[in-house]
C-alpha cells in the first residue's frame, strides 16, 4: 500500500479475537491510485483516452479490497478523508449490471456516495485498499 502513495494503519478487528484490519489512512486517495476506471469492463468500454487501469485489478494485485460504503463510512468517523479528492467503493452487482460504480468523497462536513460510469477516470479520484490480517 505504500509504494502507490497510501498510508496503512490499524483501523479495528472484525471481533476481539479475530483479523486486524488495516486501511489507507492517508488523508487524500493516495496519488499512485488514482486516474483508473473502476474495473476491467469500464476500461474495455473506452473507445479512447484509455486510463493505464483500473481500481478493481490494481486493488486485488496489491492483495488488497475496495472498501464498502459501510467500510468508507466508518473510516471517516477515525478522521476526515477525501477532502480534495475521491474514492471508487465497491459498487453493487445490480448498479455495476446498468454501466454505473460507486465513489464516495467528503465535502461540507458530510461523506456523500455517488455514481459514475463505471469508464470514468478522474486526477483527483483513486481508491483505498482494506486489508484484514
Do not use: K
Not at 491510485?33 to 487501469?53: F, I, N
Not at 486485488?60 to 460504503?69: D, H, I, N, P
Amino acid at each position: 500500500m505504500e509504494l502507490s502513495g497510501g498510508e496503512p494503519d490499524v483501523i479495528g478487528r472484525d471481533r476481539a479475537d479475530g483479523p486486524v484490519i488495516f486501511c489507507d489512512c492517508a488523508r487524500e486517495s493516495p496519488a499512485g491510485r488514482r486516474s483508473l476506471c473502476y474495473d476491467r469492463d469500464g476500461l474495455e468500454s473506452r473507445a479512447a483516452h484509455r486510463p493505464e487501469g483500473c481500481a478493481v485489478e490494481s486493488a486485488a494485485a496489491m492483495g488488497v479490497a475496495l472498501l464498502s460504503e459501510s467500510e468508507y463510512r466508518a473510516l471517516q468517523e477515525l478522521d476526515e478523508f477525501d477532502l480534495r479528492t475521491s474514492s471508487w467503493i465497491q459498487t453493487p452487482p445490480e448498479v455495476r449490471s446498468l454501466g454505473g460504480a460507486l465513489f464516495a468523497d467528503r465535502r461540507y462536513g458530510r461523506v456523500f456516495v455517488y455514481h459514475n460510469g463505471a469508464q470514468a477516470y478522474f486526477a483527483a479520484r483513486g481508491f483505498r485498499g482494506l486489508l484484514r490480517v
